[in-house]
């Protein structure tokens, strides 16, 4: 049984450039949650998604962007990309009505 | 602003030693409480949770956590460390009343036994 898998594992983007992350979650998981984790720092939630929906956002500007397929897999658009969105990004997967969110190794996403 | 603490930045102990790593929460209401370890190299992986009942919660590889309400802390313990457990450990929350699960960390607890 695969856990939560990302993709891709790294990343170089340009200041102003366009990104899209992505997540498969954990099988029988049916939630995505995104985060951002810079160095030193402890995870930060970025939104969640639920049945295609964004059920609750962290405090992210608008430029942080998510969608969820119906195959329960999810991607991170990040748009206007500034220096200070290098970072970890990591998603994580939990059935509704559990606790313990399942996390993926992740997505190194550097911006120069 | 909720905020989760983690007093312990970074903690060294010897293999045999036992471990107590703090973490304090600011919400006053009912919360949900969890231990994550990020292991050199590897993901986040959950060590324990609580949601109510028995405030000492067993959790996985030895570990276990008590939930003190009126010192709105979780705190994580291990009898005796090995040099395996050298790793981040992160305290989180979720709040209640939310319409997700969103899990808000403390920025983190390096442990590092040395053999």
């Known amino acids: 049984d695969a856990g939560v898998t990302q993709s891709p594992t790294h990343l170089i983007k340009t200041r102003g450039q366009q990104v899209t992350l992505r997540c498969s979650p954990k099988?029988?998981?049916?939630?995505v949650s995104w985060y951002q984790q810079a160095l030193g720092q402890g995870p930060q939630f970025i939104f969640q998604?639920?049945?295609?929906?964004?059920?609750q956002r962290g405090n992210f500007p608008d430029r942080f962007s998510g969608h969820q397929f119906p195959n329960y897999s999810s991607e991170l658009n990040v748009n206007a990309l500034l220096l200070g969105d290098s970072a970890l990004y990591l998603c994580?997967?939990?059935?509704?009505?559990?606790?313990?969110?399942?996390f993926g190794p992740g997505t190194r996403l550097t911006v120069t | 602003a909720q905020s989760v603490s983690q007093h312990n930045h970074h903690v060294i102990l010897s293999e045999a030693a036992s471990l107590e790593l703090g973490c304090n929460y600011s919400y006053g209401g009912t919360v949900n409480l969890f231990w994550y370890v990020q292991y050199p190299g590897q993901h986040l992986q959950l060590l324990l949770k609580?949601?109510?009942?028995?405030?000492l919660v067993k959790g996985i590889k030895g570990f276990e956590a008590e939930f003190i309400k009126s010192k709105f802390s979780f705190n994580l313990r291990k009898p005796s460390v090995q040099w395996s457990d050298t790793a981040e450990y992160f305290c989180a929350v979720i709040l209640p009343n939310q319409a997700g699960t969103a899990l808000i960390f403390g920025k983190g607890t390096t442990l590092s036994v040395s053999s």
């Open positions: 609580y949601f109510s009942g028995d405030p």
């Open positions: 099988s029988g998981h049916d939630t």
């Open positions: 998604y639920y049945e295609e929906e964004e059920r």
């Open positions: 994580a997967s939990s059935a509704q009505g559990t606790g313990g969110q399942y």
